[in-house]
């Protein structure tokens, strides 16, 4: 079975603290992808980032960063230097060849910043 | 712009009646997908169709039915059938057949309320 699991639910900091999001998957399948996605107040999610199985390297873009670790399943995401529009809730998701297009979404991290 | 649109944003509907929430691309995509979205629970697939006048039953098909008649339209009629239809309801489409490469972009999404 394919889980994405996203332990914390809510989460506040204040401006410019870093933070982090955590996210486990499950998976059987040997290729994979793995995603992250921000949902602003408005609804519409954004794509952040798809990282693939075979690619472990760190990502940086900007203030936001990503760690895939597949000994521990996790992908988690970093912001540095937090801001007020950094509020949303952020989804990881996974996407198997086994399960062709669809993805497996973790239930959010909803991120408040305060100024 | 290419883009999904979706409409209405919000739909108000009485119980026992059906509703029908539209979706459409111009991003030339052929797989389309419908989410439904409840508080703390994540993302949670409907259907999907890969290829026109074809679709498939996703994890909470009960209540719910689609239709692919055109590539840039994936309406989904909300049934009387469905005992909770107050939702979130999110599409998206993707660009290949068969590819758990590709990410999944989302429209803006329709809230949909049972009086």
């Known amino acids: 079975a394919q889980k994405v699991t996203q332990a914390q639910t809510e989460i506040s900091v204040v401006e410019k603290e870093d933070v982090t999001l955590d996210c486990v998957y499950e998976?059987?399948?040997?290729?994979?992808?793995l995603f992250w996605y921000k949902q602003p107040p408005s609804g519409e999610l954004v794509f952040l980032i798809r990282r693939n199985s075979f690619d472990e390297q760190n990502e940086i873009s900007g203030r936001y960063s990503w760690n895939f670790q597949k000994s521990t399943s996790s992908f988690n995401f970093t912001i540095t230097a937090s801001q007020v529009v950094d509020s949303a809730v952020y989804f990881c998701a996974l996407s198997a060849t086994l399960y062709g297009q669809n993805f497996v979404f973790g239930p959010g991290t909803r991120l408040s910043v305060l100024p | 712009d290419g883009g999904i649109t979706q409409s209405p944003k919000y739909l108000f509907r009485k119980e026992g009646q059906n509703v029908t929430l539209s979706c459409e691309q111009n991003?030339?995509?052929?797989?389309m997908y419908w989410y439904r979205q409840d508080p703390g629970q994540g993302l949670r697939l409907i259907y999907y169709?890969?290829?026109?006048?074809?679709?498939q039953k996703g994890d909470i098909a009960e209540g719910y039915s689609v239709s692919r008649e055109k590539k840039e339209s994936f309406p989904l009629t909300v049934t009387s059938a469905q005992k909770n239809p107050t939702a979130f309801y999110l599409c998206?489409?993707?660009?290949?057949?068969?590819?758990?490469?590709?990410?999944?972009?989302f429209g803006p999404g329709t809230r949909l309320t049972v009086l």
């Open positions: 998976t059987r399948d040997t290729t994979y992808y």
């Open positions: 991003l030339n995509h052929d797989a």
């Open positions: 169709s890969q290829i026109v006048n074809d679709f």
């Open positions: 998206a489409s993707s660009i290949a057949v068969a590819s758990s490469y590709n990410e999944q972009f």
